[in-house]
């Protein structure tokens, strides 16, 4: 991470981080994905002792990143009536 990364998230206001317990009830995943998730450098953390955290707007960027698009239509002009 470069010095303006660093600067960007010493900015993140502190109602932004949320921790594991709250990550994994949000995502449906168990604290074993989760670590995966960390150790393959796909979610970005900060640690404080053992205490793990995470930025809101990583999240919102790693599902976006990794979002697959449906083949099927969903708008409201295809639907059959």
């Known amino acids: 991470m470069n010095n303006l990364d660093k600067k960007q998230v ?4 502190l109602e932004d981080w949320i921790d ?3 990550v994994i009830h949000m995502l449906h995943i168990s604290a074993r ?4 998730l960390r150790t393959n450098n796909t979610l970005p953390y ?3 002792n053992n205490k793990i955290y995470y ?3 990583d999240l919102q960027q790693v599902l976006a990143d ?3 698009p449906s083949a099927i239509d969903f ?3 295809n639907i059959i009536k």
């Open 10 to 13: 010493a900015k993140t206001p």
């Open 66 to 68: 990794n979002y697959v």
């Open 46 to 48: 900060s640690r404080i």
């Open 75 to 77: 708008t409201h002009e």
């Open 33 to 36: 994905t989760l670590q995966t």
């Open 20 to 22: 594991n317990y709250t």
């Open 55 to 57: 930025r809101r707007q």
